[in-house]
């Protein structure tokens, strides 16, 4: 894949009034189908430091999702839910800027509402070598352990989890 | 209400000699909008106490309003010789004077009052008052024919206490050029543009009258963004000398203007405009710019009897040459963008994705108005799959579905864009509308109270919002329903908005005088005289009349509620059919109650959580009251307004025909056909029923017989003083040879050699059938239509 020119994108909030358009990206990227439940707490929690869209000449082009998660502990962790881009948008480092706004939404915020928060997760097919390079070699996320039969619809069922220590 | 008429009578009763009674007597009936008694009960007050000023200012608003501008003079008069140091007043009459027509007796009005100010006074000094009466001075001078040199001098000599700047150059712009002198002009138009007016389209259309101050007074007639360019065919130099103009006058100092940029490029032709064009798109696709296709539309001009229209025809768009050139250069793009990301292959920087879609989404633009839809839907499919978010996308959609005649499916479309977006008003009007059109009224209303206040009920609000596009659009659909009732009910709240406008500038005349805006005042009365030309007013008007024609036509619609003729039954059967009446309308009435009952209660409990005011239930929703009224009468009533202010609409003249002809009134109809002629002659509308008018106008009772020769004789000049069979069999040919021939005047042609027997039926489904969707006129109404006719002439054809 060619990574042209980065195009710079702005960033918006997710809203009850634009949910819609999350559920478009979201059936364009990924070939699982997200629960209702997923939808009615992006929009509730209305935190556009961690749910956001990116615009570009006045469209939805990409959009990225995370949460606070609890882990042992009393500790927790950045959790990524979905970070998706339009793929005539792709290789534009979109995605990038997406994910470097949540690392700097968390750098502002480490004292106050992050204080508990040690490293950033996701989890990612293991089949999906393009979005394990991304994390791994752009941001220095690490390929942790396989969770397998994550998924139930799409094969392989399987999964990595990769993170980042963030303190 | 009821009380206050009560007393006010009492009183009149006791003191018939009581001014002060009149003058409340007066004042209730205007509240009641009776202005004619008004205006009784206040010369009443008058005759007792003449000399009561504020009687007579009551008088002279309600004279104003009512535009009894001669007896508004005599009252202003009356005023001012009461009270000649008001200020006011001498305003007043001097505007008196001014609508009746006297208009140098306004001006020296205006000057004896300025002749009574002493040196130095406040009134005289620069202000905003001061401007606005010499600059209403000003115009009246201009109204004066031919007195554009007295009205230029006195622009000079007031120069300095003319705040408006703006108005004050525009004026002096226009006597000039209407002097004829364009050089004089020049000055004043360079001021504008510096001052910022370089998007003001006439404004530059001034500026091309340096070729002919003649063609000033088209110019400023000219609505949105034509300019002289695009509307007067020009010669190669004429054309040269504009753009040299353009280029050394305007082009170094307001580059960056957009009107700057587009007016020079309907002056250059050949490699010169392909150039322009090319350059001007593409900087738009880069941009994105959703109306780009609607802004290359204006290039679409034909030159028709000496003056240039826009086509919108797609036959006529598809054989433009400008339209021929857009596709070749916006197919260029596309596959230039295909190959490697450029939209000219020599392009030194590859675009972003956006511009492709954009380039798309142009092309489907133009597949739309060359009526290619199933393409364009091709074209906006590529452009869904590449950035799903695009809600201009599925607008363009759900538009070229509809246009293919399938409005449900737009329904669905539209709403899913609208879903994307939900704070967008535009779109969600856009649903509104189409669900309307797609009879899905309860929908509709859905859709646009997501938009309304969110106490009360939605309707209630859209009423009081004046919201007219929805009531027209709801009217339609009821009416295509079959619910009369309710379709007037909808169509007689826009006729009440407008009345209601009438009625709102009646605080104005006592304002506008006191804040001298004299100039934006007699504006306002202008266009308040005007207001039955509307749009809006037209179509609410016309749907009146057809429903009460359908009504008239079809009276047994209204039947089924009324009480069988019990005479004509046996005992038995009376007593039968009685007793199902009764027990039908007492089912009725159980269900109206119980509707009141639930609204009631709605409207309570909606109430109790805000402190909103509970909305009037509506005693007739469905307009059962309006049903009773006599259909011709209420028909010729509109019909009366609207040959009155709409002359130059064909419609108009469509629906005095189809009432005249109803009351038998065939002078009427005959007068419509002239008018219908004089419009457009090859209407279809006015073909069928020309022939009607030929076969229905002899057997018409009620028509006196010197009418009968009067018309006869003159219904012949429409014929050509043909026979009318011969007159359609010309028609026909006509129409056969020119393969221009709209749809729907060939459907009409064909509809009247069947009847007149002029010809064979075969000859008659021909007349369609070919080249029947290749002319003008071609859509999907035209072509259900058309269907329609050929069912109507039996199945072989069909």
């Known amino acids: ?167 | 209400r009821d009380e206050a008429h009560a007393l006010v009578k009492e009183g009149l009763m006791n003191d018939m000699r009581s001014h002060v009674c009149w003058h409340v007597y007066g004042l209730l009936h205007r509240s009641d909008r009776n202005y004619n008694e008004a205006i009784k009960a206040y010369k009443q007050a008058l005759r007792i106490d003449s000399d009561n000023i504020q009687i007579l200012r009551d008088l002279s608003m309600l004279q104003v309003q009512m535009r009894d501008l001669p007896g508004f003079a005599v009252t202003r008069h009356n005023i001012l010789s009461l009270k000649p140091n008001g200020k006011i007043n001498w305003l007043a009459f001097a505007l008196a004077k001014h609508l009746n027509g006297d208009l140098r007796g306004a001006v020296s009005v205006i000057d004896i009052y300025l002749g009574t100010l002493t040196e130095g006074a406040p009134e005289l000094a620069r202000g905003f008052e001061a401007s606005e009466l010499a600059l209403y001075r000003n115009k009246i001078l201009a109204e004066i024919p031919d007195n554009y040199k007295e009205a230029l001098d006195h622009l000079s000599a007031c120069e300095n206490i003319v705040v408006d700047r703006t108005s004050w150059l525009m004026a002096r712009t226009k006597y000039h050029l209407n002097l004829g002198e364009y050089a004089g002009a020049k000055g004043a138009i360079a001021e504008m543009f510096r001052s910022g007016m370089t998007e003001n389209y006439i404004v530059h259309s001034m500026y091309m009258c340096v070729l002919d101050s003649g063609l000033c007074k088209e110019a400023w007639s000219l609505p949105g963004t034509r300019t002289l360019a695009s509307y007067v065919p020009l010669s190669q130099e004429q054309k040269e000398k504009l753009l040299e103009g353009y280029k050394t006058d305007l082009f170094p100092d307001y580059g960056f203007s957009a009107a700057v940029q587009r007016i020079p490029m309907n002056l250059v032709e050949g490699d010169r405009f392909r150039n322009s064009l090319d350059v001007f798109v593409r900087k738009k696709l880069v941009k994105g710019v959703p109306s780009l296709c609607l802004e290359l539309s204006t290039f679409l001009l034909e030159d028709r009897n000496g003056r240039y229209q826009l086509l919108d025809d797609p036959y006529d768009v598809k054989r433009h040459p400008t339209f021929k050139l857009l596709v070749e250069l916006v197919d260029g793009y596309i596959s230039s963008l295909e190959r490697n990301k450029k939209l000219l292959p020599d392009d030194e920087h590859e675009e972003p994705p956006s511009t492709e879609l954009w380039t798309w989404y142009l092309r489907a633009g133009l597949h739309e108005l060359a009526a290619e839809y199933s393409e364009g839907l091709a074209m906006l499919e590529k452009c869904l799959e590449h950035t799903p978010t695009a809600v201009d996308v599925y607008e363009l959609k759900g538009r070229l579905v509809k246009s293919s005649g399938d409005i449900k499916t737009a329904v669905e479309i539209l709403d899913k864009g609208r879903d994307l977006d939900r704070q967008d008003r535009y779109i969600n009007n856009q649903t509104t509308q189409y669900m309307l059109e797609a009879g899905m009224e309860s929908d509709a209303l859905n859709r646009i109270s997501l938009f309304t206040k969110h106490e009360g009920n939605p309707e209630a609000n859209l009423y009081d919002m004046q919201c007219s596009w929805y009531e027209l659009g709801l009217a339609a659909c009821y009416a295509k329903k079959e619910l009369w009732g309710k379709s007037l009910k909808k169509y007689s709240a826009v006729v009440k908005h407008f009345d209601d406008f009438n009625e709102d500038q009646f605080d104005f005349h006592a304002y506008c005088v006191r804040k001298v805006t004299l100039r934006a005042y007699t504006e306002v009365l202008r266009f308040e005289d005007n207001l039955w030309e509307e749009d809006y007013y037209f179509r609410a008007a016309s749907g009146i009349i057809c429903i009460y024609l359908h009504l008239f036509d079809n009276p047994s619609i209204l039947e089924d509620d009324k009480e069988p003729d019990y005479s004509k039954l046996t005992g038995a059967e009376r007593k039968k059919a009685k007793a199902i009446a009764r027990k039908k309308r007492i089912q009725a009435e159980k269900k109206e109650a119980e509707k009141r009952q639930k609204e009631a209660e709605s409207a309570d409990n909606g109430g109790q959580k805000k402190k909103g005011k509970a909305s009037a239930v509506d005693e007739d929703a469905d307009g059962k009251e309006l049903l009773k009224k006599n259909p011709l009468d209420e028909a010729k009533k509109f019909s009366a307004v609207l040959s009155k202010h709409c002359p130059k609409r064909f419609g108009t003249w469509v629906l005095q025909y189809d009432v005249a002809m109803r009351r038998s009134k065939i002078l009427l109809a005959l007068q419509a056909l002239y008018r219908m002629k004089s419009l457009d002659d090859n209407n279809a509308e006015y073909f069928s029923r020309l022939v009607d008018f030929a076969t229905k106008s002899d057997n018409l009772k009620d028509v006196s017989p010197g009418v009968h020769r009067v018309t006869s004789t003159e219904f012949q000049k429409l014929l050509n003083h043909k026979p009318l069979p011969e007159f359609v069999a010309a028609a026909a040919g006509k129409a056969k040879e020119d393969k221009q021939t709209s749809l729907p005047l060939r459907a009409a042609i064909a509809k009247a050699i069947v009847k007149t027997k002029s010809d064979s039926l075969e000859a008659a489904t021909n007349l369609i059938l070919n080249d029947g969707l290749d002319g003008r006129g071609v859509d999907v109404d035209a072509c259900r239509s058309a269907l329609q006719t050929l069912n109507g002439f039996g199945s072989e054809s069909a």
């Open chain 1, 1 to 167: 894949m060619t990574a042209g020119k980065t195009l710079t994108v702005e960033f918006g909030a997710i809203t009850q009034d634009n949910v819609e358009q999350l559920r478009k990206v979201n059936l364009a990227c990924f070939p699982v189908q997200y629960q209702e439940t997923y939808y009615k707490e992006v929009v509730e929690r209305r935190d556009e430091g961690l749910c956001k869209f990116a615009y570009f000449n006045g469209f939805v082009v990409g959009a990225a999702c995370a949460r606070v998660e609890n882990t042992e502990g009393d500790r927790q962790r950045l959790y990524i839910m979905t970070l998706g881009v339009l793929a005539a948008y792709r290789g534009r480092n979109i995605g990038k800027q997406l994910i470097q706004s949540i690392f700097d939404h968390f750098e502002e915020n480490k004292d106050g509402e992050f204080s508990k928060v040690d490293e950033m997760a996701l989890h990612v097919q293991i089949s999906n070598d393009d979005a394990i390079r991304f994390y791994t070699s752009r941001f220095g996320f690490v390929q942790g352990e396989m969770v397998e039969n994550y998924y139930r619809r799409i094969d392989p069922p399987h999964c990595y989890l990769l993170y980042k220590k963030l303190r």
